[in-house]
Nanobody, 127 residues
Framework: QLRPKEFGGGLVQPGGSLRLSCTASGLRDWHAIGWFRHAPGKQREAISCITNNGITDYTSSVKGRFTVSRDNAKNTAYLEMNELKPEDTAVYYC??????????????????????WGLGTLVTVSS
């Protein structure tokens, strides 16, 4: 299993949108994918997750603005981010878990496989 790679970060104005991608060989077989972010001076935060049968969850600060999805045929997961705010500025990471229930994904970082974390992509929301 290779580590995933995140793509799509960048500089965007407040109110703008970005779509992050998370790609890994074998991602199609991961039962869960989590998205996390780490802002300067703050603790790492879980923001969303998705199971391999499409069950999703979001933290309250992004619910209604962010959408997680996956395309197993492309071994890729996505995080569509809309109505971005300066407080969304952070390094965004995806993480995978190969085995587990198809009906549950977690916001606990320890739930995901240690060798299935990407290196992150920086999102900066600023005018």
């Amino acid at each position: 299993q290779l580590r995933p790679k995140e793509f799509g970060g960048g500089l965007v104005q407040p109110g703008g949108s970005l779509r992050l991608s998370c790609t890994a060989s074998g991602l199609r077989d991961w039962h869960a994918i989590g998205w996390f972010r780490h802002a300067p001076g703050k603790q790492r935060e879980a923001i969303s997750c998705i199971t391999n049968n499409g069950i999703t969850d979001y933290t309250s600060s992004v619910k209604g603005r962010f959408t997680v999805s996956r395309d197993n045929a492309k071994n890729t997961a996505y995080l569509e981010m809309n109505e971005l705010k300066p407080e969304d500025t952070a390094v965004y990471y995806c993480a995978g878990r190969a085995d587990g229930s198809s009906y549950y994904c977690s916001f606990y970082a320890e739930y995901y496989d240690e060798d299935a974390w990407g290196l992150g992509t920086l999102v900066t929301v600023s005018s």
